[in-house]
């Protein structure tokens, strides 16, 4: 079982929202030992009407060859902010140019091990990437960070969201190298008697010995929802409990319950305030 990352994504811009994204996603890298890769949407150059009447293979090859190198130049002229500033980490950084029309296939082919993003993304990133499209394209787990999170530290006090889902296992399985790295670990159970496998099982006790294996202590931590709903008694007792990370595996129900009836995913990548991992 791995209990590191070896890559790391992050998805910023040059932007203040996408430098301090970067920033928080570089000391990560640094703090795990691992790679960073940032991730880049660039716009193609529009053909001049002139171009569009090029001929022959060598005159269109030549225009193209043209385009991408432009094009290479610019992106790499909008990513220097985030070479300097990982250069100031004394982090190196690999950067991947996603371009505009080919983003389904470059992003389910993204070689990493935990993409980081930002709640709301970055103002000069594409307005399709989503914290959920990237989750469902990709299908690696994802640090997502809202913008409203103060300072750069989170993964101190981690709450995992626990139903015995198979998500919620591979949340964890995949959190393991944050886990192990936590000062605390709180196994946060909402309505567990709904999913109690006998009588006299205590629901999160399975993951709680799951965990000793790798030298992780939790707390158990049972609450009932009533009527406030699952994600808000989520956001609310991981508030109340001091965590600045939640552990989520998303949509334990099928995704199209979830859009018709709405549903605890949604709505907490819709309104988290705190740092939340998430696995697909």
């Not at 880049?40 to 005159?59: I, N, V």
């Not at 936590?182 to 799951?210: C, F, K, M, N, W």
């Not at 158990?220 to 009533?226: F, I, Q």
């Not at 979830?258 to 549903?263: A, D, N, Q, S, Y």
Request: glycine share 8%; net charge negative.
């Amino acid at each position: 079982m791995t209990t590191s990352y070896r890559k790391i994504a992050v998805f910023a811009d040059a932007t203040p929202e996408g430098l301090r994204l970067f920033g928080r996603a570089a000391l990560l890298a640094r703090r795990l030992g691992a790679e960073l890769i940032a991730v880049y949407g660039g716009e193609r150059s529009p053909l001049t009407p002139d171009e569009t009447f090029t001929r022959g293979m060598k005159a269109i090859t030549e225009v193209v060859r043209r385009h991408d190198a432009a094009d290479r130049a610019h992106a790499a002229e909008e990513m220097e902010p985030l070479r300097m500033a990982a250069e100031a980490l004394g982090q190196p950084v690999e950067f991947q140019v996603v371009w505009s029309g080919g983003e389904d296939e470059a992003l389910r082919f993204l070689d990493c091990d935990l993409m980081v993003a930002a709640h709301p993304s970055p103002p000069h990133l594409p307005p399709s990437w989503t914290a959920e499209r990237l989750l469902s394209l990709n299908g690696g787990p994802m640090l997502l960070l809202p913008s409203v999170w103060p300072g750069d530290d989170h993964g101190r006090h981690v709450v995992i969201a626990w139903n015995g889902s198979r998500q919620a296992r591979r949340a964890v399985t995949e959190a393991l190298p944050l886990l192990s790295r936590a000062s605390r670990v709180t196994i946060l159970v909402v309505d567990g008697d709904r999913y109690a496998l006998e009588a006299g099982h205590v629901p999160g006790q399975d993951l709680a010995e799951y965990l000793a294996r790798f030298d992780i202590q939790p707390v158990l931590h049972s609450v009932a929802s009533g009527e406030a709903g699952i994600a808000d008694t989520i956001t609310r007792e991981a508030v109340g409990l001091g965590a600045d990370m939640a552990v989520i595996g998303c949509y334990s129900r099928s995704r199209t319950l979830e859009t018709i009836f709405g549903g605890v995913t949604r709505t907490l990548l819709r309104d988290t305030t705190m740092p939340l991992f998430l696995s697909f």
